[in-house]
């Protein structure tokens, strides 16, 4: 139908060029012609006419026609070739990612580093990779060489070992021989794999399991329904994060410098993905990048687009701060509490405290994969709650007042509890429920009577006028009375004195590259100490929570007291291993209250 209509337009053409000659222009004085008044045949009649500028309309629409068909079939044809040529720029800008807003990148630089950032705190977050290290027997750790992004670091580690040593069956055979019979998620003592069994993960397990790990962190930022993640592209090697990556070609951003949100916006390209696989895939693709210098920072960045950055500023308190603190450049709790349970709020206590007046402050809101101990607990600066303290997997981040570490054991029943232990959980848990205090350790008669509702305590008279008699009930006097109050009416009186106690190994890993003179883990020849990570092993005892201090002299802490049965009255007493002491310790005890803890050679740094 369209093919008779052209030709039809065609015919009238050809029609009106034939039967009619193009107008001429006006002229001054009349062609010649013959004298006298005009014939009525050299005037056209009205249907003439008529019939004339139909054709000339007819002609006009046809060229019209025309002219516009030849100038779609050019740019058809200019345009198949472009679709071509651009084809591969389309899937290459697809595989880049998209370009942030100004506002956006803006946005995100000032909230991680605030208004005004010392280029000291911007080397350091841009000059930390997410590496593993080359040294055999800490190869399972990654280094840091820079101070401030230990946060980000610290946390991508506890996953990586969470990954190798639980879920081993994913990541080879080498993986699953390290942690034999953990189908029912756990070791026993005799299981427990020696420290130097790290060297024999292949790079291909541990990449893995470092690409599942930050997969596994960026799907818990963004609610387990996507994963933001952030690569460079730099002018000249726009490849970098497509797939196609060389090792060299993470050269091309050595020299590159982020000094304000513009020079993030123009080499930051974010991609999102919706499921696992095509987050992994993207990561494994990437992986270069986060190992180059920018690695830790892009990591951050991934974290904090994929949970949003409204929603990273709703989780906070105060969102007028800098998620990386000054002077010193340290990653803030906010990051770690983000990268731990995917919500960026800044305090460790659960659940949200109440300070009136419509006012309160945010806590930790659910249960954790790995957790969380801090020596600023055990300064009596914070609480640590019971979410971070008792995590899915025995696998803590420790926080020191300048630097993040990573503490773990390779078996799960550390955190398994017996009877009283459960009981004490429980007492505890329902008193500081009722405490407003901010972990201060006390709470109002009110409270007091809920909590003994609660957790079905029977008290004295006497002894419940004598607690409540201040107004407020402070923890330690109502931990005494529970002490000396019989099982029966819901205590924990134990006459023996050696109830629960329990010995197990930790492990704590820190990666700042120090001189090592840790038992063998020194250089040939015995004297000069050697720069790497630390790997330390530590022997823990935890006496009963509830024995009396006069007893703890004569705690006994041979293996063949380890495990979590009641010991007859007649049991022989032994001396204690001799303790040592670290600030590590101090953390370790805020979790197992009097650890007592030894170790082989130097003491575990947390700084």
Not at 90 to 108: F, H, I, M, R, Y
Not at 162 to 171: A, R, S, V, Y
Not at 424 to 435: C, M, N
Not at 473 to 484: G, T
Request: with cysteine; aromatic share 6%.
């Amino acid at each position: 139908m369209a093919d008779q209509e052209e030709e039809d337009l065609r015919a009238a053409l050809r029609m009106s060029m034939q039967q009619h000659s193009p107008p001429e222009p006006k002229r001054s004085k009349p062609r010649d012609s013959p004298v006298g008044p005009p014939t009525s045949s050299s005037e056209e009649s009205p249907e003439v006419k008529s019939r004339r500028l139909q054709r000339e309309l007819m002609a006009a629409a046809a060229e019209k026609r025309m002219l516009a068909s030849k100038s779609y079939s050019e740019a058809v044809g200019s345009s198949s070739k472009s679709v071509k040529k651009g084809k591969d720029s389309s899937v290459k800008d697809e595989n880049l990612g998209k370009e942030l807003l100004e506002t956006e990148a803006n946005q995100l630089f000032s909230m991680v580093f605030g208004d005004e950032v010392s280029k000291e705190i911007l080397a350091q977050w841009s000059n930390q990779g997410i590496r593993f290290s080359p040294d055999p027997e800490t190869s399972m750790g990654l280094v840091q060489h820079e101070g401030g992004p230990c946060g980000v670091l610290a946390t991508i580690q506890a996953f990586v070992l969470k990954n190798i040593l639980f879920f081993p069956d994913e990541f080879g055979k080498v993986a699953s021989n390290m942690a034999q019979n953990l189908g029912s998620s756990r070791l026993s003592s005799s299981e427990c794999v020696a420290s130097n069994n790290f060297a024999a993960l292949t790079e291909d397990v541990k990449r893995r399991a470092l690409i599942r790990s930050m997969s596994e962190i960026l799907f818990l930022c963004g609610a387990n329904r996507n994963a933001v993640i952030a690569t460079l592209s730099v002018p000249g090697n726009s490849v970098v994060g497509s797939g196609h990556i060389a090792e060299n070609e993470t050269n091309a951003f050595e020299g590159l410098s982020i000094e304000s949100g513009l020079d993030l916006q123009k080499v930051l390209r974010v991609t999102t993905c919706t499921s696992q696989e095509s987050a992994l895939q993207r990561l494994g693709a990437a992986l270069p990048v986060f190992q180059s210098r920018m690695g830790a920072l892009l990591f951050l960045i991934s974290a904090l687009l994929s949970r949003g950055l409204d929603m990273v500023q709703a989780d906070r308190d105060d969102p007028s701060l800098p998620l990386v603190t000054a002077p010193f450049g340290h990653a803030s709790q906010e990051i770690v509490n983000l990268l731990l349970c995917g919500q960026a709020v800044p305090n460790v206590f659960d659940g949200k405290m109440d300070l009136g007046g419509g006012m309160s402050l945010k806590g930790i809101s659910k249960s954790v994969e790995v957790g969380f101990l801090t020596l600023l607990e055990s300064l009596n600066f914070c609480k640590v709650g019971q979410y971070l303290k008792c995590p899915k997997w025995p696998i803590w981040v420790v926080g020191s007042e300048s630097h993040y570490t990573v503490l773990f054991a390779f078996d799960t029943s550390v955190q398994d509890e017996n009877e009283l232990e459960e009981r004490e959980s429980q007492i505890r848990k329902a008193f500081d429920g009722q405490d407003q205090s901010g972990g201060g350790g006390f709470i109002s008669v009110e409270g007091f009577h809920q909590v003994l509702r609660e957790v079905n305590i029977k008290l004295q008279p006497e002894k419940l006028d004598h607690l409540c008699s201040t107004g407020f009930i402070v923890w330690s006097e109502f931990w005494q009375a529970i002490l000396e109050l019989d099982k029966n009416f819901g205590g924990l009186k134990d006459s023996t004195g050696s109830m629960g106690k329990k010995v197990f190994d930790l492990y704590h890993f820190n990666g700042i590259a120090k001189s090592d003179l840790n038992g063998n883990q020194i250089a040939c020849g015995g004297e000069t100490p050697i720069q790497r990570p630390r790997l330390t092993k530590l022997k823990v005892s935890v006496p009963p929570r509830w024995t009396p201090e006069e007893f703890m002299a004569d705690v006994p802490v041979s293996s063949a007291s380890a495990g979590n049965e009641s010991a007859s009255k007649d049991v022989e007493v032994s001396k204690p291993e001799p303790s040592q002491h670290a600030p590590l310790v101090d953390c370790i005890r805020t979790r197992w209250p009097r650890a007592v803890c030894s170790w082989a050679g130097d003491p575990p740094s947390i700084v």
